[in-house]
């Protein structure tokens, strides 16, 4: 150390009364930030989270340097994670690792030139960060870097280091230049020396404090460094007093005795205000079997003390059962509005949290002793984040709130955890003090006079409890604690989780099969409802309540049949309802149904998520309902509390507008059509009997995903909602739902049904005061569904206040996408709920073709009564009837339209938004008409031209037939007609249409020769209003013939011969034929053979010159034709 410190000023850079070795040694022991360095670390000590480590270690290093705003604003580090060569630990063996910094300090960092460095920092890992090792406590690590010159310091003992009387205590003082080293204890020279390093044995048996002080000097200049060890004295056995239990117990306006549970522990200090944070013998606790007491007398009345426990010299803990706690940390962000005059965190006097106590405070006064805690079985819960929900994130502004709140009728507000927690910026989970309102929300009058006046308005307070689990900080963990996880002889902990999956691991898991667990939990539980007159809880994750084994490949949520878990659940809950026999008791548990329903027949009331079946149904997508009725899970009673959204669920909103559904102009991702689907999922949820849960804000369709600035981050807070109409129809929707649920007996029915597995969806309720009926369409278009009415006669619809008289008991009801009513046999008073005006039956009527006039009507209503105003009017044109390509129709925005060339073979649809009068929604939502059928024009039919026949014009040839297709509508072809024609000559001279020829294509018969061919085309369109067209025929063809020309047939299996002829015709491989014949060009047979020899000579001598047939016909009856010439 450099210069001359006091002890104060160790004081103040130590800030421990741990007694702990050095973690880290350097080597010099006097770095500069010219030399080279090696750190040599133990991982013994510390936390210990990397002792017996065989793996890759790793060191997360920076400095503090000049510019650095404290210890914990590190320089120049790497990212953490950062496995880099020169971040390497070697080890050493025996848990012992070196590290090397070189070239020296400045370079190895990086440190900019003229940036003083002060110290270097450490955290050492394993290469995938699994596990750490740091200070004692969880802090960082440090080497001070010398500026060079002399200096002095102790190696051993730490600063405040206790012992016992009698024991040896080894000093080691170290100097790097001094020519004369002299120890001092208590002011006496102990020992002296010209070397640069004495060590020693001190032994005292003089209770109480000492001082070391290191004095080294060279001649010219002199430092010294001190430090201070704590003798202590026997432990005292002795029998607590009276009626005082663990932690602060008052005993008058001068005295407290405290009191600490401490099984195993060898003695215990207190240190505080009281003791100028100095160990004193007069301040050691007595024992009396496991606990630690001492009684602390002429106190100042009124006053608040800070204080710490101190246990075997290296533990300091808060008192775990404070009511209020002092916080090294995160005291300092509280703003004066939220808590005032919040007493300073001594920090130049001790380290950690410390807890508080103040004789004589004033007790509240509760006006609260005619609350009853509403019916379970119409709970309207509202849980509710303080954080989130008002700006200033405090219970005394959340108490300004409750007007609103009353308004929407809930009558209970579960506020997630407000005991105190890690941080100040926390969904409150992570708890570590169970006594102790968090100071983040307020001060515990602010949580009282909340509470006091929530009851005033016969709303019940729901505490959530968190006790599956607690974080690093809880002194409970603390107090048994390996610097990884708990040790074996900790009264309230598991070593291991019992949940081998990880994702189930949240903090350190209880060991509920403690009796000292349950003797934990039950105070707790008391104190809540005791002290702040909690009117029950909502408990967290209450599937870790056992110590059974849960296998991370078959029950890796623990959600399989659990009999320890169950016992246990039912005794603890037995234990509230004897402090307060109507208390709440929420499980959030979701196991399988066997288990709930046990539980549930015990008088406990479980969560029922509910958020994935009623967010599909929003956006339009298959959902069902059903798991919300208790009935449904075989129970036995209302017990179920369902909720569509909660702290730990996406917004039905926000995936509404990211993820809904759309048909033909009805889009669920539009805000207003969203927004309205909350109304309807509102309908199928808080009207089902049994209690519901509701997460802030969704009243008002709040959008923001849950992942906004990460999942448990601070969210936007959206007040201004209220201004929104739409926005403010769904909380008055939501508030006349809350209503009718509280007050309506109907509504507490077992006799009841839900039919919701498609998207229209029905309720029916019966009951001796009234029959209910609730129908919605969760489509995204119109549909009809049977409300099932119990009988005929009037009926009432609850929105509106209109009746309906029900003749027909299965009659269906047209909805529209979105439409939901709820039909009473008994009239409410119609709720107070503003509406937008609605049109409905919207039509096109009219013809539809071109310059013909189409003519758009509908039906206007406004639920508030207001007149129609100017309503928005809009034309459209698509493709076809699915709206493909879409666009509006510039200027066409009256109720009719004449469709121009712009419409041919369009499809057009009208619009109307209602607009009214006056009113707070003064406009509605947009209503489309179906499409008209295809608009057409009267101008012209399509054409044929061109019209051709192609081929050779012979026996057994193809002709093919071609035109020219034409419309001046460009109205594309569609089955124009076809048709061919024989005539015997080509003036049409007995023409006949040739029956199925009606293709382009014909093949020639032999019936055909000697005749004349042609074709005609019908044109046909696919939509014209004239869409068929005249009949074009071909030109005729040429006289059709027998064969392709007049030559010799030499064929490998035929040869004729020869042609021209005289007298004697060859025909030669007649083997496959069968007949032979012979025909004049008129058709007549002139002779013919059947089977024929192989080779045939015919005598034609007898026939007149001219040109004949001669047709083969062969065994696969084939058929050849040739024509030849006699001569």
């Known amino acids: 150390m450099k210069k001359l410190y006091t002890y104060l000023t160790f004081i103040f850079l130590l800030m421990s009364f741990i007694s702990q070795a050095q973690i880290i040694t350097t080597s010099p022991a006097f770095p500069t930030e010219s030399d080279g360095v090696t750190i040599t670390y133990d991982a013994t000590l510390g936390t210990g989270g990397l002792k017996d480590f065989t793996g890759d270690v790793y060191a997360h290093t920076g400095v503090i340097?000049?510019?650095?705003?404290?210890?914990?604003?590190?320089?120049?580090?790497?990212?953490w994670g950062d496995n880099s060569a020169k971040y390497k630990l070697t080890s050493l063996g025996n848990n012992k690792w070196e590290l090397k910094i070189l070239p020296n300090i400045r370079e190895y960092y990086g440190v900019a030139a003229g940036e003083k460095i002060l110290k270097m920092a450490f955290v050492f890992r394993s290469s995938d960060s699994s596990k750490e090792g740091k200070g004692d406590g969880g802090t960082d690590i440090f080497a001070d870097v010398s500026e060079g010159g002399i200096n002095v310091s102790f190696s051993v003992p730490a600063n405040n280091?206790?012992?016992?009387?009698?024991?040896?205590?080894?000093?080691?003082?170290?100097?790097?230049?001094?020519?004369?080293?002299?120890?001092?204890?208590?002011?006496?020279?102990?020992?002296?020396?010209?070397?640069?390093?004495?060590?020693?044995?001190?032994?005292?048996?003089?209770?109480?404090?000492?001082e070391l002080v290191a004095v080294a000097s060279d001649g010219s200049e002199e430092v010294r460094d001190t430090v201070n060890f704590f003798v202590r004295d026997d432990v005292v056995n002795e029998t607590m007093p009276a009626n005082v239990t663990a932690g602060i117990n008052y005993i008058d306006d001068t005295s407290v005795t405290l009191v600490l549970y401490a099984p195993n522990?060898?003695?215990?200090?207190?240190?505080?205000?009281?003791?100028?944070?100095?160990?004193?013998?007069?301040?050691?606790?007595?024992?009396?079997?496991?606990?630690?007491?001492?009684t602390i007398n002429n106190l100042q009345v009124g006053k608040e003390y800070i204080f710490q426990y101190l246990i075997d010299g290296d533990i300091k803990i808060a008192d775990p059962y404070a009511d209020k706690i002092s916080d090294p940390w995160n005291d300092q962000y509280i703003s004066n509005t939220t808590y005032p005059n919040l007493i300073t965190y001594p920090s130049d006097k001790t380290s950690e949290i410390a807890s508080v106590f103040q004789t004589a405070q004033t007790s509240y006064s509760w006006t609260d002793s005619g609350f009853t805690i509403p019916d379970k079985k119409d709970l309207v819960v509202y849980e509710l984040h303080v954080r989130d929900f008002v700006a200033t994130g405090n219970i005394k502004?959340?108490?300004?709130?409750?007007?609103?709140?009353?308004?929407?009728?809930?009558?209970?507000?579960?506020?997630?955890?407000?005991?105190?927690?890690?941080?100040?910026?926390?969904?409150?989970y992570n708890p570590s003090f169970y006594f102790a309102p968090d100071k983040a929300y307020g001060t515990k009058e602010d949580y009282k006079a909340f509470i006091n006046e929530c009851h005033k308005r016969g709303i019940a307070v729901l505490m959530d409890m968190v006790l599956n689990h607690s974080f690093g900080q809880s002194p409970f963990l603390r107090m048994y604690f390996d610097g990884t996880k708990p040790t074996a002889d900790s009264p309230w902990y598991n070593v291991e989780n019992n949940f081998e999956n990880p994702d189930a691991h949240w903090g350190y898991d209880f060991n509920h099969t403690s009796q000292a667990t349950k003797d934990l939990v039950d105070r707790i539980n008391s104190y809540w409802m005791t002290e702040y007159h909690i009117d029950g809880f909502r408990f967290d994750f209450t599937k870790g309540f056992s110590n059974t084994p849960h296998s991370n490949s078959t029950d890796p949520w623990g959600s399989q049949y659990d009999q320890q878990r169950i016992d246990i659940l039912k005794r603890m809950a037995t234990e509230i309802w004897n402090v307060k026999s109507d208390a709440v008791v929420i499980f959030e548990h979701l196991s399988e149904n066997s288990e709930e329903k046990e539980l549930a027949a015990h008088g406990i009331m479980l969560w029922g998520n509910a958020n994935h079946d009623y967010s599909e149904a929003t956006k339009g997508n298959s959902s069902n309902f059903s798991w919300t009725s208790w009935k449904n899970r075989g129970w036995d009673g209302p017990k179920v509390v369902s909720y569509?959204?909660?702290?730990?669920?996406?917004?039905?909103?926000?995936?509404?507008?990211?993820?809904?559904?759309?048909?033909?102009?009805?889009?669920?991702?539009?805000?207003?059509?969203?927004?309205?689907?909350?109304?309807?999922?509102?309908?199928f949820f808080l009207t089902i009997p049994g209690p519901k849960m509701i997460w802030q804000f969704g009243e008002l369709g709040y959008d923001i995903s849950i992942d906004e600035n990460g999942r448990t981050g601070k969210k936007p807070i959206h007040w201004e909602y209220q201004d929104d109409p739409n926005r403010k129809r769904v909380f008055q929707v939501f508030a006349a739902l809350a209503k009718i649920k509280k007050e309506e007996v109907a509504f507490e029915s077992?006799?009841?049904?839900?039919n919701t597995s498609q998207a229209l969806k029905q309720i029916e309720i019966n009951h001796a005061d009234m029959d209910v009926r609730i129908i919605g369409n969760f489509d995204v278009k119109t549909g009809s569904i049977s409300p099932k009415f119990s009988?005929?006669?009037?009926?009432?619809?609850?929105?509106?206040?209109?009746?309906?008289?029900?003749?027909?008991?299965?009659?269906?009801?047209?909805l529209a996408p979105g439409e939901y009513h709820i039909y009473t046999t008994k009239q409410l008073t119609t709720p107070n709920v503003i509406s937008a005006p609605q049109a409905s039956d919207v039509l096109i009527t009219g013809t539809a073709k071109e310059n013909e006039t189409l003519t758009a009507s509908y039906s206007y209503s406004d639920a508030n009564g207001d007149l129609e105003g100017t309503s928005v009017y809009r034309w459209y044109r698509a493709d076809d009837?699915?709206?493909?390509?879409?666009?509006?129709?510039?200027?066409?925005?009256?109720?009719?339209?004449?469709?121009?060339?712009?419409?041919?073979?369009?499809?057009?649809?009208?619009?109307?938004?209602?607009?009214?009068?006056?009113?707070?929604?003064?406009?509605?939502?947009?209503?489309?008409?179906?499409?008209?059928?295809?608009?057409?024009?009267?101008?012209?039919?399509?054409?044929?031209?061109?019209?051709?026949?192609?081929?050779?014009?012979?026996?057994?040839?193809?002709?093919?037939?071609?035109?020219?297709?034409?419309?001046?509508?460009?109205?594309?072809?569609?089955?124009?007609?076809?048709?061919?024609?024989?005539?015997?000559?080509?003036?049409?001279?007995?023409?006949?249409?040739?029956?199925?020829?009606?293709?382009?294509?014909?093949?020639?018969?032999?019936?055909?020769?000697?005749?004349?061919?042609?074709?005609?085309?019908?044109?046909?369109?696919?939509?014209?209003?004239?869409?068929?067209?005249?009949?074009?025929?071909?030109?005729?063809?040429?006289?059709?013939?027998?064969?392709?020309?007049?030559?010799?047939?030499?064929?490998?299996?035929?040869?004729?011969?020869?042609?021209?002829?005289?007298?004697?015709?060859?025909l030669d491989n007649l083997n496959q034929v069968k007949r032979v014949s012979l025909y004049s060009l008129t058709g007549k047979t002139i002779l013919y053979k059947n089977n024929p020899n192989s080779n045939e000579i015919l005598d034609l001598s007898h026939l007149n010159q001219g040109i004949y047939i001669i047709v083969f016909d062969f065994q696969d009856n084939s058929r050849l034709s040739r024509k030849f010439i006699k001569e």
């Open 750 to 754: 077992d006799d009841f049904s839900l």
């Open 161 to 210: 280091k206790v012992i016992q009387k009698n024991e040896d205590l080894q000093v080691t003082i170290q100097s790097n230049a001094s020519t004369n080293l002299i120890l001092f204890l208590d002011g006496v020279e102990n020992e002296t020396t010209t070397e640069t390093e004495i060590s020693k044995i001190i032994n005292t048996d003089v209770a109480g404090n000492h």
């Open 881 to 1066: 009837v699915n709206g493909t390509n879409e666009i509006g129709i510039t200027g066409a925005t009256g109720i009719s339209y004449n469709p121009g060339a712009d419409d041919r073979h369009k499809f057009i649809r009208f619009s109307v938004t209602p607009v009214a009068q006056t009113g707070e929604l003064l406009q509605g939502d947009i209503v489309y008409s179906t499409y008209s059928d295809k608009i057409v024009s009267l101008v012209n039919p399509p054409v044929a031209s061109n019209v051709a026949i192609n081929g050779e014009f012979v026996q057994d040839a193809v002709i093919t037939a071609s035109y020219e297709y034409s419309d001046s509508e460009e109205d594309p072809e569609s089955n124009s007609i076809f048709q061919w024609y024989l005539a015997d000559d080509q003036s049409g001279t007995n023409e006949v249409a040739i029956t199925g020829a009606n293709t382009l294509e014909y093949t020639i018969t032999r019936q055909d020769v000697g005749r004349y061919l042609r074709f005609s085309v019908t044109p046909v369109a696919i939509s014209d209003e004239l869409p068929t067209g005249s009949k074009v025929y071909s030109a005729y063809s040429e006289q059709i013939d027998y064969s392709t020309g007049i030559e010799d047939v030499v064929d490998e299996e035929l040869n004729i011969y020869p042609n021209p002829v005289q007298n004697m015709l060859h």
């Open 644 to 683: 569509m959204e909660s702290h730990d669920e996406e917004r039905l909103m926000y995936r509404n507008l990211s993820e809904g559904s759309s048909l033909d102009g009805y889009n669920v991702r539009n805000l207003k059509t969203a927004l309205s689907r909350i109304e309807t999922a509102a309908a």
């Open 791 to 814: 009988q005929t006669g009037t009926w009432y619809d609850y929105f509106s206040g209109t009746e309906i008289n029900v003749t027909d008991v299965d009659t269906s009801i047209q």
């Open 265 to 294: 522990k060898e003695y215990v200090y207190v240190i505080g205000d009281f003791s100028d944070w100095k160990l004193d013998n007069m301040y050691q606790m007595k024992k009396d079997g496991d606990n630690f007491w001492v």
């Open 65 to 79: 340097t000049d510019k650095s705003t404290n210890d914990t604003d590190w320089k120049y580090a790497p990212t």
């Open 397 to 428: 502004t959340i108490k300004d709130t409750l007007d609103y709140l009353e308004r929407l009728g809930i009558n209970a507000i579960e506020l997630m955890p407000f005991n105190e927690f890690e941080g100040n910026d926390s969904w409150g």
